[in-house]
């Protein structure tokens, strides 16, 4: 859109929510429209104006070891997964479970418990390049009895057993470049480079996203990227615009904008967000950057 008074904006139509959080958040939706109560294991969606909008709606946040009492509540697993564990809990406690783990890291769990299997019969090691402590991570590896190892930075291999055939996975949301990265550390490492296997599991949908932005950024003068202070996808995606664009700027609600960004005046602004960004949150930090230059002198 265009304002009277300012700057071309545009809304990025290929960021916001990837096809798990929007199934996910669906879910929740169907459930909640059904006036059942619905528990959130952990934040369905790492952004803050998305949660309160879903809690506004009925939806509870906790984790399974503070379950509330009342069994008839249905609980939810996140698009992030869980591991085995959790789901032996919610049936150990005959309690209603909807399940929406994407489909594209269920798929990458049970390749990674295959790996795991195949691996101790073998001798060798599982890891998993990914963000320490973040729940899908959690699950990876509770695919394993938490066995495999986490590599976070490259400088870690120093950790992984350098004479073990090694079988290398990622967390969905990483970077391909530091992937990249993690493989060149560890065939340097590692014995012989022919004892890691890579699978690139970085999620389609997510890694294509990357050069798309870089090329979002430099269309425009000035970006505003929209994504909740907790999406490690949001970080990841916020430094690849700010590389291609350093005039870019980091906001979780519109009341975030601060008017001294826009002196000088850019002729162009994009706003983008991560894949827990929702559409409805860039429009109103669409609306409420335009809104900014009716007030310009």
């Known amino acids: 859109m265009t304002t009277a008074q300012g700057p ?3 809304i990025d139509q290929k960021s916001g929510f990837c096809f798990g959080v ?13 006036g059942g109560g619905l528990t959130s294991i952990g934040a369905i969606v790492h952004n803050e104006e998305e949660f309160k909008r879903l809690k506004q709606l009925g939806l509870h946040s906790t984790q399974l070891d503070k379950l509330p009492e009342d069994k008839a509540q249905t609980l939810l697993f996140r698009a992030h997964g869980e591991p085995p564990s959790s789901y032996q809990q919610v049936k150990r406690e005959g309690r209603q479970l909807i399940d929406a783990t994407c489909p594209v890291v269920r798929k990458l769990q049970e390749r990674v418990h295959k790996a795991w299997e ?8 599982v890891l998993i390049y990914g963000k320490k402590g973040h729940a899908e991570v959690a699950g990876l590896l509770g695919q394993t009895n938490n066995e ?3 590599l976070q930075f490259p400088e870690e291999v120093k950790v992984v057993d350098r004479h073990k055939k090694t079988v290398l996975f990622s967390q969905t949301t990483m970077s391909r470049s530091g992937l990249e990265q993690i493989e060149a550390a560890l065939r340097e490492h590692l014995e012989h480079p022919d004892l890691l296997k890579s699978h690139r599991t970085i999620c389609a949908q997510v890694g294509n ?10 269309k425009h003068d000035l970006l505003i990227f929209v994504a909740g202070k907790e999406s490690s996808n949001g970080k990841v995606l916020f430094e690849v615009c700010r590389a291609n664009n350093p005039r870019t700027f980091f906001i979780s609600s519109p009341e975030e904008l601060q008017k001294p960004w826009f002196e000088p005046l850019p002729a162009s602004i994009g706003i983008c967000g991560a ?3 929702p559409q409805w949150l860039m429009e109103q930090v669409a609306a409420a950057t335009a809104a ?5 002198p």
Request: cysteine-free; overall charge positive.
């Open 118 to 125: 195949e691996m101790k019969a073998e001798g060798g090691q």
């Open 148 to 150: 495999a190892l986490v």
């Open 22 to 34: 929007s199934r996910a958040v669906k879910l929740a939706e169907e459930h909640l429209a059904q």
């Open 292 to 296: 900014l230059f009716t007030r310009f």
């Open 275 to 277: 894949t827990s960004t």
């Open 8 to 10: 071309h904006i545009e």
């Open 209 to 218: 996203r990357v050069p798309h932005l870089k090329k979002f950024a430099n």
